[in-house]
Every structure is written in C-alpha cells, then in structure tokens.
C-alpha cells in the first residue's frame, strides 16, 4: 500500500508559478513510474507529466516548455514545477505511482489560474 497526500495548489495569476508536492508513503525511489493528472470540469482526467525510474520524462502538449516534473528520494516526494501558468491550466491535480503492479492516486490538489 501507499499513501499520496498532494499540497500546493491554490489561485494564481496568469503567467505566474506554482509548485505542487506530492508526499508518499514510502520512498520515491521504489516507484516505477510517477506521474500527475489534471481533471477540468466537465472533462476527462489526462496526464500531465511522467517520470521514470530511470529518470525518463514525458509531458503533454500542451505543458511542455512550462511544467517539470522532479523526485526527491530522501524526502519521498514528487514535484511538479508549474511555470508560465495559464487559465486552462485550471483543474483538479492529482499525483499517482506506480508500485508492485498496482497504480496509487493521491486525493487531488485544485489549481486555479485566474486571468
């Protein structure tokens, strides 16, 4: 089993930044995969960024250029750096893992990007 428990949302202006954490139960680095969802009202969940074990990095679109995502092992947490915000970043944000064949969600930070 593990634990995600997100912090760091809130309102923000357009162009400005944020920094969601992601604090696991367990140390980042037995994960497999990390990675951060958005879910918009009315829409469906989509991934934002990934990260490997190995240190391989994916990102949407729409956030590259604007959004990184990075692990601490020693303070098993995942980050994701959001830069350059911009309102139809606005959702609810979520971190996940894969561990032991199994994917864990945390219960969502909301962030807002107000223009």
């Known amino acids: 089993q593990v634990q995600l428990v997100e912090s760091g949302g809130g309102l923000v202006q357009a162009g400005g930044s944020l920094r969601l954490s992601c604090a696991a139960s367990r140390s980042t680095s037995s994960f497999l995969t990390m990675a951060w969802y958005r879910q918009a009202p009315g829409k469906q969940r989509e991934l934002v960024a990934s990260l490997t074990s190995r240190g391989t990095t994916n990102y949407a679109d729409s956030v590259k250029g604007r959004f990184t995502i990075s692990r601490d092992n020693a303070k098993s947490t995942v980050y994701l750096q959001m830069n350059s915000v911009k309102p139809e970043d606005t959702a609810v944000y979520y971190c996940?893992?894969?561990?032991?064949?199994?994917?864990?969600w945390g219960q969502g930070t909301q962030v807002t990007v107000s223009s």
């Open positions: 996940s893992v894969y561990f032991s064949g199994a994917t864990y």
